[in-house]
């Protein structure tokens, strides 16, 4: 019963990340609507929860956002999932702590390994203009990682008040 | 390391699986489904970001506003003395073309859209609208807004939904015709998101900034006559065998809330 009520759980996150993440495309002003909400918030609970649960939670999240794209069915969700995967790993086994660098490293060269993977995927079907694409691409990594430092300072600021020592 | 690499297999043999049911359409009515939730949640933020982008146009000084008053009003008279001779010269087009037995009107059926939202890639050159499969839509579709001036085509195609290549995408290529005295034809190419480019025109052809620009017919599906938009710049090297042009979409390409979409275009003739 507990593990059905967690996949539905799961399912339901996934859900609000991706319409999370299509509310702030819509309405952010560009360049803000380059921000990448999902990321920032599967780094942040990759660093919290610690657990191999997140890369099913980002399977799941990306497979809806293919449903959603342009680009072939299976882009995000290989490139996604693949790099969720590889930033659990670098958290469990290089940046194990929970600071600020680990959350700003393991962003910035998640999103560099997605969209490496993304845009490999994509040459097949289209052809870019590579400074506008980096410079999309510039935008998402540097507003995604900020918004990830500041859910990270804020999760742990709260995390940190609802201690037992701190509430008599 | 071996228990990581059985994992990263595993995974990419999951994802493979999926793909390949996707392939298989045998995930299509939960894709639908999910599509559908999607669709209805990205609804009302879309309407917000429109009702946020018409807010900004209507704070506007006032003197610009007066300005631009008097300025429509000019362009409005104007507007009545060319109807009157686009009236009398199309009389005399129809004439001359009973005169010699060519007749090539067309007709096209066409179903209109909202808009509910852009697709999430990095350069955001797609739309998605509310009607697919169902409504009779189907690829390469032309999409048009206002009078017959286009702005895309269809690139998928799903039950409820579609998404629509604009016209400034990289990969979106349509014939289309100066409105110049050679009536100049070319290759109306998307600039990655940044503009739209006319090319192919020939050497020899004189175009110029403000020329009219519309579809001419050749491409597939896409009827001759609508409004892609106006010549800005023209680029010409005396030494390449063909010039190009800047297109100025007369549509607002970043702001577009309802469009048609021509899903049939017959032929008539008469006599």
């Given at each position: 019963?507990?593990?059905?009520?967690?996949v539905?759980?799961?399912?339901?996150?996934?859900?609000?990340l991706?319409?999370?993440?299509?509310?702030?495309?819509?309405?952010?002003?560009?360049p803000?609507?380059?921000?990448?909400?999902?990321?920032?918030?599967?780094?942040?609970?990759?660093?919290?929860?610690?657990?191999?649960?997140?890369?099913?939670?980002?399977?799941?999240?990306?497979?809806?956002?293919?449903?959603?794209s342009?680009?072939?069915?299976?882009?995000?969700?290989?490139?996604?999932?693949?790099t969720t995967?590889?930033?659990?790993?670098?958290?469990?086994?290089?940046?194990?702590?929970q600071?600020l660098?680990?959350?700003?490293?393991?962003t910035?060269?998640?999103?560099v390994?997605?969209?490496?993977?993304?845009?490999?995927?994509?040459?097949?079907?289209?052809?870019?203009?590579w400074?506008?694409?980096?410079?999309?691409?510039?935008w998402?990594?540097?507003?995604?990682?900020?918004?990830?430092?500041?859910?990270?300072?804020?999760?742990?600021?709260?995390?940190k008040?609802?201690?037992?020592?701190?509430?008599? | 390391?071996?228990q990581?690499?059985?994992?990263?297999?595993?995974?990419?043999?999951?994802?493979?699986?999926?793909?390949g049911?996707?392939?298989?359409?045998?995930?299509?009515p939960i894709?639908?489904?999910?599509?559908?939730?999607?669709?209805?949640?990205?609804?009302?933020?879309?309407?917000?970001?429109?009702?946020?982008?018409?807010?900004?146009?209507?704070?506007?000084?006032?003197?610009?506003?007066?300005?631009?008053?008097?300025s429509?009003?000019?362009?409005?008279?104007?507007?009545?003395?060319?109807?009157?001779a686009?009236?009398?010269?199309?009389?005399?087009?129809e004439?001359?073309?009973?005169?010699l037995?060519?007749?090539?009107?067309?007709?096209?059926?066409h179903?209109?859209?909202?808009?509910?939202?852009?697709t999430?890639?990095p350069?955001?050159?797609?739309?998605?609208?509310?009607?697919?499969?169902q409504?009779?839509?189907?690829?390469?579709?032309?999409?048009?807004?206002?009078?017959?001036?286009?702005?895309?085509?269809?690139?998928?195609?799903?039950?409820?939904?579609?998404?629509?290549?604009?016209?400034?995408?990289?990969?979106?290529?349509?014939?289309?015709?100066?409105?110049?005295?050679?009536?100049?034809?070319?290759l109306i190419?998307?600039?990655?998101?940044?503009?739209?480019?006319?090319?192919?025109?020939p050497?020899?052809e004189?175009?110029?900034?403000?020329?009219?620009?519309?579809t001419?017919?050749?491409?597939?599906?896409v009827?001759?006559?609508?409004?892609?938009?106006?010549?800005?710049?023209?680029?010409?090297?005396?030494?390449e065998?063909?010039?190009?042009?800047?297109?100025n979409?007369?549509?607002?390409?970043?702001?577009i809330?309802?469009?048609?979409?021509?899903?049939q275009?017959?032929?008539?003739?008469?006599?």
């Amino acid at each position: 019963m507990k593990k059905i009520i967690d996949v539905l759980l799961s399912i339901f996150l996934s859900f609000l990340l991706v319409i999370l993440h299509i509310a702030f495309l819509n309405i952010l002003p560009s360049p803000l609507n380059a921000l990448n909400t999902i990321f920032s918030i599967i780094v942040l609970l990759i660093i919290v929860t610690n657990s191999g649960k997140v890369v099913w939670i980002s399977f799941f999240v990306y497979f809806l956002l293919d449903i959603y794209s342009s680009t072939p069915f299976g882009t995000n969700l290989f490139a996604g999932t693949l790099t969720t995967l590889v930033i659990y790993w670098f958290h469990k086994d290089i940046f194990t702590n929970q600071s600020l660098l680990s959350t700003f490293v393991i962003t910035a060269a998640g999103l560099v390994v997605f969209r490496l993977m993304y845009t490999c995927i994509n040459l097949f079907y289209k052809d870019f203009l590579w400074s506008d694409l980096f410079i999309a691409y510039g935008w998402e990594i540097v507003c995604t990682v900020i918004v990830a430092l500041i859910l990270h300072t804020l999760f742990f600021i709260i995390s940190k008040k609802m201690r037992p020592s701190f509430i008599k | 390391m071996v228990q990581k690499r059985k994992t990263f297999f595993a995974i990419l043999i999951i994802i493979g699986f999926v793909i390949g049911l996707h392939i298989l359409r045998v995930l299509t009515p939960i894709e639908n489904i999910f599509s559908s939730i999607l669709q209805w949640t990205s609804r009302p933020f879309n309407s917000f970001a429109a009702y946020l982008h018409t807010r900004k146009e209507v704070n506007t000084d006032i003197d610009q506003m007066i300005q631009e008053i008097l300025s429509l009003k000019q362009s409005f008279k104007q507007n009545e003395v060319d109807a009157v001779a686009l009236r009398l010269l199309k009389e005399e087009n129809e004439e001359l073309r009973k005169q010699l037995t060519f007749f090539s009107s067309h007709n096209f059926e066409h179903i209109g859209a909202d808009v509910i939202g852009r697709t999430v890639d990095p350069l955001g050159t797609t739309i998605i609208i509310n009607r697919g499969i169902q409504d009779g839509i189907s690829k390469d579709n032309p999409v048009v807004v206002g009078n017959g001036i286009l702005i895309g085509s269809i690139l998928k195609v799903d039950k409820h939904s579609s998404i629509v290549r604009l016209i400034n995408d990289n990969n979106s290529k349509i014939g289309a015709t100066i409105m110049n005295n050679e009536k100049s034809i070319g290759l109306i190419e998307g600039g990655y998101g940044l503009g739209v480019r006319m090319n192919f025109i020939p050497q020899n052809e004189i175009i110029s900034p403000g020329d009219t620009v519309i579809t001419s017919g050749l491409t597939t599906g896409v009827p001759r006559g609508l409004i892609i938009g106006k010549v800005e710049v023209v680029e010409k090297h005396p030494y390449e065998p063909f010039q190009q042009a800047v297109i100025n979409s007369t549509a607002d390409l970043a702001h577009i809330t309802a469009v048609s979409v021509i899903t049939q275009v017959f032929i008539e003739s008469e006599g």
